[in-house]
């Protein structure tokens, strides 16, 4: 740890973005006795409740963000689509973790399977598409079925067709309205998984155990750890997601989603994309290891040493989507059952109002509460 890139606690920790991930984030910094100043441009940011500032003003308004850069020890940001600009503006006034290369790495599906390709490490076969023309050369590439997504803003299946073998290409191609492409093979996958992992400013790496996903409508729906895959495929994933981080020369959380294929007895895996940023389905870690991942993603871009990700016990966290919510005032009766809540005033559906998590102990029937 030295001086010029660490934060001492009473310093101010600056977060882009101000949903629930931005919350938990300002919460766990304010228990290392730091300050947040969160900029979102939405005045109803559920981070904005839990920090000591916020700026509520657009991603592009350059003198609003000098302003915000100047007031913080070190900006991070909560979600991927911090525009190219908005990053480079705040990288000139103060330190950015993770790095501006990182976010565009990321931000770009077509660049980011062009990336963890490069590095040698499996994916889905893909194409870049940029016209109906494009789409019917590579759906000759790759066969059918595939998956058309839009490289950029895309998130929870937004953005994204399947072509199946009686799908109208012309059709697939409209619905995504000529945005620029990426033509994925479409993967028969067995399960998702994730990896949930920091790097250090010194270059030091800490995963947590490998975390197996559920989905429903698109959305994350739970989250179990362990994930009950082979021994050596939690190693293999563990190993990609830090050949993953130290080529990004990366500083702080990052979520790297695979997708777990059986062929045969053997488990392969296939990485889909990379979160830059604290996971939904590392929600789990604030119960279930020692170290939050918020808590820890705060340690890196702060310069400190990273924490323990050992786990405490078998871990299942579940989202509370929409109404799910609803079911608060139970959860509530429940021994055991860990509820967070985000503080969003409406309860619309697909939104992400909270989430719960149930730890048990390492080997008994999972749902039993320590
Ligand atoms: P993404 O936005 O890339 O995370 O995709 C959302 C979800 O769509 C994934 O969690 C998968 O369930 C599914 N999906 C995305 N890409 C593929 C693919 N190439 N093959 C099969 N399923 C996919």
């Known amino acids: 740890m030295t001086p010029e890139t660490s934060i001492a606690p009473g310093g101010t920790l600056g977060i882009l973005g101000g949903g629930q991930l931005g919350r938990m984030l300002a919460l766990a910094a304010a228990s290392y006795g730091l300050k947040t100043h969160i900029y979102a441009p939405d005045p109803e940011s559920p981070a904005f409740d839990v920090a000591a500032r916020h700026s509520c003003k657009p991603y592009d308004d ?12 070190v900006v991070t940001y909560e979600f991927e689509n911090v525009p190219r600009r908005t990053a480079e503006i705040i990288a000139a006034h103060a330190p950015l973790r993770p790095n501006a290369a990182a976010l565009a790495t990321t931000q770009d599906r077509f660049t980011e399977k062009s990336f963890v390709a490069g590095l040698g490490i499996p994916t889905a076969p893909f194409a870049g598409v940029g016209s109906e023309a494009d789409l019917q050369h590579a759906l000759r590439e790759i066969g059918r079925p595939a998956v058309l997504k839009t490289r950029r803003f895309g998130y929870d299946g937004k953005g994204q067709v399947m072509i199946h073998p009686a799908t109208d290409v012309a059709d697939a191609w409209r619905t995504l309205r000529g945005a620029p492409c990426i033509l994925e093979g479409f993967v028969p996958f067995e399960r998702e998984v994730s990896v949930v992992a920091a790097r250090g400013v010194d270059g030091s790496f800490a995963a947590y155990d490998l975390c197996a996903n559920t989905h429903r409508h698109h959305i994350l729906a739970t989250t179990v750890v362990p994930a009950g895959v082979d021994d050596a495929t939690e190693r293999k994933a563990l190993a990609i997601a830090r050949r993953i981080a130290e080529a990004l020369d990366y500083v702080g959380v990052l979520a790297v989603e695979m997708f777990l294929l059986r062929r045969g007895d053997g488990e392969e895996l296939i990485v889909n994309e990379i979160a ?9 870690t604030i119960e279930g290891a020692e170290t939050s991942q918020f808590a820890q993603h705060v340690r890196a871009v702060c310069g400190w040493p990273l924490g323990s990700t050992k786990r405490r016990g078998r ?3 579940r989202n509370l989507i929409g109404h799910e919510v609803d079911s608060w005032a139970e959860l509530l009766q429940e021994p055991g059952a860990h509820l967070h809540l985000y503080g969003k005033a409406r309860a619309q559906p697909g939104r992400k109002m909270g989430h719960v998590t149930r730890i048990s102990p390492e080997h008994a029937h999972p749902g039993e509460p320590v």
């Open 62 to 73: 350059e003198a609003a963000l000098i302003r915000f850069a100047q007031s913080v020890d």
């Open 276 to 284: 830059p940023r604290v996971h939904n389905s590392g929600h789990w």
């Open 315 to 317: 871990a299942e966290m």
